[in-house]
């Protein structure tokens, strides 16, 4: 972006400059048939198929558009499945008879793309030699501008197929699962005579967390820029002890890196609203409006973009990774999920009238049941290998999954439980739907970090998802799971010839069976694990441990029943995330070896040596040598072991390489023994590190990199 245009746009109000580079409703009206709008809005707001004969329409205006703003290019957006975003730039030229050129986009252009698919992963869904894949135009989320130094472009999102129509992408089976639970939400609103709402959508809002350092010292570090994360570093003298960092003065540096920052969202129409110092050093956090689910999951991509590409202007890195700090509070990404109607009503808002009460709580008793049930589910939703450095610390939820419901409701649950009643007039057991559920304020309870899983006034805030990792795995499985126990409720209800009775029979039945799931306590504390298994919990603790349960019976069965992933396309996931795991394993492996061998093991060489000479001018001088003697002893042994696990680390990794053939041996290996050595090796790196002489040691540490901005 040129600083003219950048000096214009900051001159603009708020109100002005929001959603200045968004295709969005305001644009399409104005600029759209009024028939081919309302066409359109139909298949954004209640998710109808896409009438092709308006898209040439569709595809004039919003070319016209995006020209009147500077745009030269195009680039369907798509999201494949190693991680990152996708994007290939066509431009808008077309030759003319006269040896000029006009500017075309068609509706064609618009609604399908042919990018070439073999580089990406496909889990065996196709051969490396079939090339073709489509991208689709997702029309319910909206197109927009991006504005960098080489000129503006529009970005067009969409899906992403192979030529057998198999998804290669994380946002066909969001959409689908969204599909799957406003079928099934409808079916219970049906039920309560509810014949007005049209479309419920899943509802997020999410908090992203993050680091900024100097530049100068993610450039001299090699293990931020392959791998995201500090494989090597001693503990600083101090960290988030003082607790002075959260919620203090935000850096003047970083104050103005985050002005800009909510700027360019703004523009982009993405509702950032809340940012703080977060609770380690360097540590931040930006928080944006709710909004559906598949627009909040791409704004989110967005966000991370914009954050990495923004820090740089300042001489800053952004750290997305989910433990970029050994030893600090780590950075997650807080999953906050509701479901709404298309008529402003929030499912999970405990109402005032005894069928609100009673919709509520059916609502709120099928999440439980859908946790409780498919906690391995939900535990593959956070994992990954980066995310297992930070579940089960102290600054993250634990990889038990439980759900945090609060006292309140917690008690009412019981009581529908036992039969009880709960300060009605009326005498005899609780009956919902005549009795009123007492009001519930939205801080009716504490908060609980400690919960995966947490009921907070309206909504449920999944707290495991790791600060990198795009938002379409975990809302897909959770609009999967929810969506599959409302349409169990509903198979039940709809025969009920009772249904205040039955409704009432069913919250009950479905909350003795599934309360297990429910845990009010400390996540972090040392009895909780025992108690979960007690309770027959499951405990994954490592992502490998997760992955193994994707393709289990049940879970293929649900996903083909909701429609949302066949069972070919839900074996390339459980290939390609533990393909990744394995890859991110031996990239930071290799990487250690490599600053063992460059960096630490030469430091330590030199200090040592260092200390020689002054042992020899000791002697000359006659001097007491038993604390350099101690010093010399203590770098003989740490360098001794710190070779010794260079070498079992290089002879591991030639292992994986040559002998261990089956990619689940492999994963094993990579989960147990590779990171075992990968452990050792840091400990003797960092006691090292922590020995050393200043002027020998070229690496950044902890508190060069944390404390100064």
């Known amino acids: 972006m040129s600083t003219e245009k950048s000096i214009r746009a900051n001159k603009l109000k708020v109100t002005e400059l929001f959603g200045v580079n968004l295709f969005n409703e305001r644009v399409m009206q104005q600029r759209l048939p009024r028939k081919v709008y309302q066409q359109l809005r139909e298949t954004i707001n209640m998710g109808k198929a896409l009438n092709p004969e308006i898209a040439e329409i569709v595809a004039y205006a919003m070319?016209?558009?995006?020209?009147?703003?500077?745009a030269s290019h195009f680039t369907h957006w798509f999201q494949p499945l190693n991680g990152i975003t996708a994007e290939k730039h066509d431009s808008f030229i077309s030759p003319s008879s006269e040896g000029r050129i006009i500017m075309e986009f068609s509706g064609k252009?618009?609604?399908?793309?042919?990018?070439?698919a073999s580089s990406f992963p496909s889990?065996?869904?196709?051969?490396?030699?079939?090339a073709r894949g489509y991208t689709a135009w997702d029309a319910t989320s909206p197109a927009f501008l991006k504005e960098d130094n080489s000129g503006v472009t529009l970005f067009i999102p969409t899906a992403f197929y192979s030529y057998t129509g198999d998804a290669l992408d994380k946002k066909t089976p969001l959409l689908r699962s969204i599909e799957a639970i406003n079928t099934a939400a409808l079916r219970i609103l049906r039920l309560f005579g509810n014949e007005t709402v049209q479309r419920v959508l899943p509802s997020v809002g999410p908090e992203q967390e993050y680091f900024l350092i100097d530049k100068k010292f993610y450039d001299a570090r090699l293990d931020l820029q392959l791998t995201g994360r500090t494989l090597f570093g001693a503990r600083p003298p101090k960290g988030h002890e003082l607790k002075d960092h959260y919620f203090g003065t935000i850096h003047e540096r970083v104050s103005v890196f985050m002005h800009e920052l909510d700027r360019e969202l703004w523009k982009l129409g993405i509702s950032a609203k809340t940012k703080h110092n977060e609770v380690a050093p360097n540590q931040f956090e930006l928080a944006t409006i709710y909004t559906n689910c598949n627009v909040a999951t791409d704004q989110n991509q967005l966000?991370?973009?914009?954050?990495?590409?923004?820090?740089?202007?300042?001489?800053?890195?952004?750290?997305l990774h989910p433990k970029p700090f050994a030893g600090l509070n780590g950075s997650g990404k807080h999953n906050n999920w509701s479901l709404t109607t298309d008529d402003g009503q929030n499912l999970l808002e405990p109402g005032q009238t005894p069928d609100e009460n009673a919709q509520f709580l059916l609502f709120l008793t099928a999440v439980i049941s859908a946790i409780d049930k498919h906690a391995d589910l939900l535990r593959i939703a956070a994992s990954d290998a980066s995310n297992d450095l930070r579940l089960g610390g102290h600054?993250?939820?634990?990889?038990?999954?439980?759900?945090?419901?609060?006292?309140?409701l917690t008690e009412i649950l019981e009581?529908?439980?036992k039969g009880e009643k709960r300060g009605t007039k009326q005498n005899g057991n609780m009956r919902i739907g005549v009795s009123t559920l007492p009001p519930l304020p939205m801080d009716s309870t504490d908060r609980n970090r400690t919960s995966p899983f947490a009921f907070t006034g309206n909504k449920f805030e999944f707290r495991m998802v790791a600060s990198s990792a795009s938002l379409a795995r975990p809302n897909m499985i959770l609009n999967t799971i929810i969506a599959n126990t409302l349409n169990e409720f509903a198979?039940?209800?709809?025969?009920?010839?009772?249904?205040?009775?039955?409704?009432?029979?069913?919250?009950?039945?479905?909350?003795?069976?599934?309360?297990r799931v429910v845990f009010n306590g400390d996540g972090y504390s040392a009895e909780w694990p025992e108690e979960a298994k007690r309770r027959g919990l499951p405990n994954f603790s490592t992502a490998i441990d997760a992955y193994q349960h994707l393709l289990d019976k049940k879970n293929v069965a649900l996903f083909e029943k909701e429609k949302v992933l066949s069972r070919k396309e839900l074996a390339a996931r459980a290939s390609i995330f533990t393909e990744m795991y394995i890859k991110q394993m031996i990239i930071e492996a290799n990487t250690m070896l490599l600053m063992g061998r460059r960096h630490i093991f030469p430091a330590a060489v030199k200090s040592q040596q260092r200390l020689l000479r002054t042992l020899e001018l000791d002697k000359l001088l006659g001097r007491n040598q038993v604390q350099i003697l101690k010093a010399l002893e203590e770098f003989d042994i740490l360098i001794a072991s710190f070779r010794l696990c260079l070498s079992n680390l290089s002879d591991l990794m030639n292992r994986l390489e040559e002998s261990i053939e089956t990619e689940d041996l492999k994963a094993r290996c990579v989960d147990t023994k590779l990171k075992t050595l990968m452990e050792e090796l840091r400990i003797y790196g960092d006691k090292l590190e922590s020995i050393c002489?200043?002027?020998?040691?070229?690496?950044?540490?902890?508190?060069?990199m944390l404390f100064f901005l």
């Not at 070319?63 to 500077?70: H, L, M, Q, S, T």
């Not at 966000?303 to 750290?319: F, N």
């Not at 600054?395 to 309140?408: K, M, N, T, V």
């Open 491 to 515: 198979d039940s209800l709809e025969k009920s010839e009772d249904l205040h009775s039955d409704v009432q029979e069913l919250i009950k039945e479905k909350y003795k069976i599934h309360k």
């Open 415 to 417: 009581k529908i439980e």
């Open 693 to 704: 002489a200043a002027e020998d040691w070229d690496l950044p540490n902890y508190a060069e």
């Open 63 to 70: 070319k016209d558009w995006a020209i009147e703003k500077g």
């Open 395 to 408: 600054e993250a939820p634990p990889a038990i999954i439980s759900i945090y419901l609060g006292d309140l």
């Open 123 to 130: 889990g065996g869904i196709r051969s490396t030699f079939e």
């Open 303 to 319: 966000v991370m973009d914009t954050m990495r590409k923004l820090a740089r202007h300042h001489g800053l890195v952004c750290l």
């Open 109 to 116: 252009e618009l609604i399908q793309g042919e990018p070439d």
